[in-house]
DNA sequence: AAATGTTTTAAACATTCGTTTATTCCACGC
DNA sequence: GCGTGGAATAAACGAATGTTTAAAACATTT
C-alpha cells in the first residue's frame, strides 16, 4: 500500500500545515512527522520545498482551471455571442470554485492557499500561477469587459481585483472572524452562509457609480 | 549622534524589509546590516524579534488610533446624538489612514504591514493589535450600527470585514497589481486614486440589498 | 579625573532549516 | 532464485537562524 500513496500523504498534510502557518513558517520536518513519511522523501519526489509548494497549488488549480473553461465554453454557447451578464459569470465562479475542492471539504484550505500565494513573498509561485493559469483569468476578465460595457477599462480591472480581495481575504481569513462572530452573535456561518452574502456585495461594488472624478487620468 | 538614533534606524528599516518580503523570511542580520547597527541591537533595544514586530506596528498604530479616536470625538459633538451617516464615516477612517504615515510618505509600507498582520501566522501578532487597539475598532464598529441600522447584526458585521478585506487586500498587494495596470493600460495610479476608486466600490458594497434568504438563521 | 551606567561590538552558542548521501528495503521480470 | 531498479530510510552536511555572552567604547555624573 506504499507507492504512490507517499506522494498524496505527502501532498495532504503539506497544504493543511501550509494553510495554517503559511511556507516559510511550515518546515519540512513538520510536514514529513505529521505524515508519517521519511524526511528525504519530498525531496526525492518533488525535488525541492518550492516545487512542494507548486505542486500543492496545482492538484487544485488544475481541476479548477479545467472545469472553469468548460462551464466558460458552455456559457458561450447559451449566450451564442450576447454578453453574459455579470451575475451569471460571477455565479458560475463561485460554483466551480465551491466545486473543485469539495471532495476533501477542503474549500477553506483552497482559500487560505489563495491568499498566501498573494500575500507572501515566494515570487516563484507568483510566477507559476501567473505562467500556468494566467489565460482563465484572462478569458474570465474578458468576459467581464462584454458584461459591463459601462466602465472604463482601467476602472474594471481595479474593480475586479477589489472583489478578488474581498473574497479572498474574507474567507482564506475566515478561521479567526468566525470566532469572533460565533462569539459576539452566537451564530455559525457556513463558507456556503458566507458565499450567499458574498454575492450581492461583490454585484453591487462592482456596478457602483463612478468615482466622483473618474476621467482626470485617461490612458 | 548614536544614541537612540539606532532604535530608529532599526524601526525604519525593519518596516519596509517586514513590508517587502514578511516577518519569517526577513532575517535579523538582514536588518541590522542594513540599518547599518550591530546585530545584537535588536535583542539589546527590543528584547526579541517578536517584540521588534509589534514596535513596528506600534508606532503606526499608536498614531493612528489617537488620531481616529480624536476625529470620531469631534464627529460625535457635531452630530451631537444625531446617527453618522456612512460616508462621512468611512470618509474620516480613509482620511485618518492617510494622514498618519503621510510624513514618511510609506502608506504603502503601513498598508502592507497590516495585510500581513491578518494573513501571517505571527499569532502573537493578532494579539497584540487585538488586545491594544480592539477598541477603536469597536467604537467605529458601533458608529457603523447606527449609520445602518437597517443591516442585521451579524450581516454588519460580515460587511464590514468584506469591505476591510477590499482595501487592505488592494493597498496591500498594490505594488504587484500596480505593474499589471501600468503594462496594460498605461496609466499609473497612486494610492490615493486607489482611495477615490474605493470610496463607491466600499459605499455599494455596504449598502448593497440583503442576500436572498438573509433570515434563514437568525441568532 | 574617576566612577558609573548605558550602549555598541565581535564572537560564539544552540537550533533549525533544506538538501544530499549512502544504505537498506522491496517488488517484479527473467 | 536472482538480480535489477525504484522507493524508503537513517544519518549527516552546510548554511542560516534568533539569542546570549563578555569585552570594549562611550557618555554622564560626581
Chains 1, 2 share one sequence.
Do not use: C
Not at 500545515?17 to 519540512?28: C, P
Not at 513538520?30 to 505542486?55: C, D, E, M, P, R
Not at 482551471?65 to 455571442?81: I, N, P, T
Amino acid at each position: 500500500m506504499a507507492q504512490t500513496d507517499t506522494v498524496t500523504r505527502i501532498l495532504d498534510t503539506a497544504e493543511v500545515l501550509f494553510a495554517e502557518r503559511g511556507f516559510a513558517e511550515t518546515s519540512l520536518r513538520t510536514i514529513t512527522s505529521k505524515a508519517k513519511v521519511n524526511l528525504a522523501a519530498v525531496n526525492y519526489h518533488f525535488g525541492s520545498k518550492k516545487a512542494l509548494i507548486q505542486a500543492v497549488f496545482a492538484r487544485y488549480l488544475d481541476p479548477f482551471s479545467e472545469r472553469f473553461h468548460q462551464a466558460l465554453d458552455e456559457l458561450e454557447v447559451q449566450y451564442r455571442g450576447e454578453a453574459i451578464p455579470l451575475e451569471v459569470l460571477l455565479e458560475t465562479l463561485a460554483r466551480t470554485v465551491l466545486e473543485v475542492p469539495a471532495e476533501r471539504n477542503s474549500l477553506k484550505v483552497f482559500m487560505r492557499l489563495l491568499g498566501l500565494a498573494y500575500t507572501q513573498a515566494q515570487g516563484h509561485l507568483r510566477r507559476y500561477i501567473q505562467e500556468h493559469y494566467g489565460n482563465v483569468f484572462s478569458r474570465f476578465s474578458d468576459l467581464v469587459r462584454r458584461a459591463t460595457p459601462e466602465l472604463p477599462e482601467a476602472e474594471r480591472f481595479w474593480r475586479l481585483h477589489f472583489m478578488l480581495g474581498t473574497v479572498i481575504f474574507t474567507l482564506s481569513g475566515l478561521d479567526a472572524l468566525r470566532d469572533i462572530a460565533d462569539k459576539d452573535y452566537h451564530e455559525h456561518v457556513s463558507v456556503r452562509d458566507l458565499i450567499r452574502r458574498l454575492r450581492p456585495v461583490v454585484v453591487a461594488g462592482m456596478q457602483a457609480p463612478l468615482p466622483d472624478d473618474a476621467l482626470k487620468v485617461a490612458g
